[in-house]
């Protein structure tokens, strides 16, 4: 098995065998170009919190990959950033994010969760991602923005476009990427002159001491906030209900004790995370991990993945268990890049199962063939069929 071909169809095992082997190992990127990955737990959890590791595209060597092409006016991101800006960036969002806002959420997320089972009926079949995970969290992070809802399926098949790129169609994501940045600029417009009761709006007047966001650097949140508010929770609910139908033991078990259920999604995220790899980082300095020296400016990748399922942290890792204390898991980051949307992820999948387990007393998975997206970076199902 080649090595590239393994990261995007077999990661788990390539994990394995690196974290034992090489546990920093030079690979290819997507796009052919070179890069460092890290796997083991110890060692990614270092690099996470490392201020030697720069997240700043211009910290990186020419030729080396540096991820997604944004255009300027969306890549003021705080997954572009080191400090200070993003520790001012951060402490501005902070003070519109609030976890009192994530809150609030939840009795709508509650109210969405049911109106999309209602739709599904009390028996039948259906493709889970396509009529429950994916528009569940579209759902919550529009309303949360204060996009109107006849705008929505435009971004999601935008956003699908941009995680999932069809090689039939080189042109489609900067088609994508063009489209959503006009909806956003007529967006921040709309809601400058008309401010509204939503995290927009509040982003746009929130100050520190006289500080305010940028125009790209609002810009750029929105994106970050629709973007990844969206994909990583489609992908850790979808994730999280297959785990579930795949252990039937598990699955009686929270049926049993609901309760469970904020613990469970801890171990859900640790299982099948909705990233296999954190954002790509540059050494500032030549660094050395794990005795092997990577020089500055050489894109390394850190495995979420890979360290969630390391057997030195968490024993017989690749075995779903819900009584397993989770806690310290890195599929949701750690140190000054940690999630920001964190709470509101936990929220929604806590809530999208507790409806689903409520609801659908016979859900099972459909007797067919299952589909992950092919990405290096992100771990999310194409289709969920189930029967309830």
């Known amino acids: 098995m080649e090595l590239a071909d ?3 169809h077999h990661p ?6 690196l974290r034992d082997t090489a546990p920093v190992q030079r690979i290819a990127g997507p796009d052919g170009t070179p890069a460092w990955l890290v796997t083991r737990y ?5 690099a996470l919190a490392d201020p ?8 990186g060597a020419t030729g080396r990959y540096k991820g997604l092409s944004l255009p300027p006016a969306l890549d003021a991101n705080l997954l572009n ?3 200070p800006d993003h520790t001012r960036i951060r402490r501005l969002v902070g003070r519109a994010f609030t976890p009192r806002r994530v809150e609030q959420l939840r009795a709508p997320i509650r109210r969405t969760a049911d109106r999309l089972l209602d739709a599904l009926g009390p028996h039948g079949s259906t493709d889970l991602v396509a009529s429950y995970a994916a528009p569940l969290p579209i759902t919550v992070i529009c309303d949360l923005l204060g996009i109107p809802e006849g705008d929505r399926l435009d ?3 935008w956003t699908d476009c941009l995680t999932a790129p069809d090689p039939a169609r080189p042109d489609a994501s900067k088609k ?3 489209s959503m940045l006009g909806f956003l600029t007529r967006l921040v417009a709309a809601k400058r002159e008309e401010p509204a009761d939503d995290l927009l709006s509040d982003l746009i007047a929130v100050r520190d001491d006289g500080d305010r966001l940028g125009e790209e650097e609002l810009m750029s949140l929105a994106f970050l906030i629709l973007f990844a508010g969206y994909e990583n929770t489609v992908q850790l609910i979808g994730n999280s209900v297959l785990a579930l139908l795949q252990a039937p033991d598990q699955l009686a078990a929270l049926r049993k004790d609901p309760a469970q259920l904020p613990a469970a999604v801890e171990e859900f995220a640790r299982h099948e995370g909705p990233m296999l790899l954190a954002m790509r980082r540059f050494p500032v300095e030549d660094v050395t991990i794990a005795g092997v020296t990577i020089p500055a400016g050489e894109t390394v990748w850190v495995s979420l993945s ?3 399922r390391d057997p030195d942290r968490f024993p017989d890792p690749d075995r779903l268990d819900l009584s397993r204390d989770a806690a310290g898991h890195l599929a949701l980051g750690h140190g000054i890049h940690y999630c920001l949307g964190a709470p509101l992820a936990r929220a929604e999948t806590e809530i999208a199962l507790a409806a689903l387990l409520e609801r659908l007393p016979e859900l099972a998975l459909a007797d067919t063939e299952l589909s992950w997206r092919p990405s290096m970076r992100a771990r999310g199902l194409r289709a969920l069929p189930v029967t309830y």
């Open 6 to 8: 393994g990261l995007i």
């Open 12 to 17: 788990y095992d390539v994990y394995r065998r």
């Open 42 to 46: 110890e060692d990614v959890r270092a």
């Open 52 to 59: 030697r590791l720069s997240l700043d595209k211009r910290s």
């Open 81 to 83: 950033m080191d400090p």
């Open 155 to 157: 971004f999601r098949q």
């Open 176 to 178: 994508a990427m063009a």
């Open 306 to 308: 890979a360290a969630n």
